[in-house]
């Protein structure tokens, strides 16, 4: 279970909240981009990012020339997940159908060699599974130039929102279309580098992940 702290406790919507912790391993195994809130000198600035978990610590990928990973105290990183716009018969009821989880704490640097790799290993992985064993590893300049950032999930919020759009009881009877819209994404078709001095098949870990064309 999700642990409810101040920052974590819902204020509108209470409905949508989950607190099942496999809920949020859900939605952060689904995503590939977070966004990281941070303040850098007094200023609030926040930034797309490539991440990965393991158990419960989200690793986060960075440069070590990186001006918003200089800030101090705490952060917030949020992941979500659009599934359909709701069209009510108000504009009022309008929504969004959505999964987003938000994290709360402070971020470690990751200094130990063997939880860097492993850290970075996750962040790989969950952008293209199966591409860390298929790629060169870094080198010691690389991850010089390579920042790490751990966070952990014990203060963290689920929020989800499905279904179709919930009208005032007066409005079902104008006639006006209602319903959701989904949004579905999909990848294309892998595009070889112009730059590659050989002919390779294109491996069976990204291939897999191309839904077939029905």
């Known amino acids: 279970m999700l642990s409810t702290t101040p920052r974590t406790t819902l204020g509108r919507s209470k409905h949508r909240g ?4 496999e809920d949020l391993y859900a939605v952060l195994d689904a995503g590939l981009v977070c966004h990281l809130g941070v303040v850098v000198n007094g200023a609030p600035m926040v930034v797309p990012t490539g991440y990965g978990r393991i158990g419960d610590t989200l690793y986060l990928h960075g440069s070590t020339g990186a001006t ?3 800030g101090t105290g705490d952060v917030c990183v949020t992941v979500t997940h659009l599934d359909g716009v709701v069209l009510a018969r108000s504009v009022f009821h309008h929504s969004l159908n959505y999964r987003s989880a938000m994290i709360y704490g402070p971020l470690r640097p ?3 060699d063997e939880e860097l790799l492993a850290g970075l290993r996750a962040i790989t992985e969950q952008l293209a599974p199966g591409q860390w064993d298929a790629a060169r ?5 690389e991850l010089a130039a390579t920042s790490v950032l751990a966070l952990s999930l014990a203060e963290a919020s ?4 499905q279904g179709p759009p919930l009208d005032d ?3 079902y009877a104008l006639p006006v279309w209602a319903g959701v819209l989904p949004l579905h994404s999909a990848w294309g078709v892998p595009e070889a580098d112009p730059a590659m ?5 294109v491996p069976k870990h990204i291939t897999s ?6």
């Open 18 to 21: 989950l607190t099942d912790r």
């Open 68 to 70: 918003s990973l200089r």
């Open 110 to 112: 990751v200094e130990e």
């Open 137 to 141: 590893e870094p080198t010691r300049k």
């Open 158 to 161: 689920v929020k989800v929102r």
């Open 169 to 171: 009881e007066e409005d």
């Open 197 to 201: 001095t050989m002919e390779l098949d």
């Open 209 to 214: 992940r191309i839904m077939p064309i029905r």
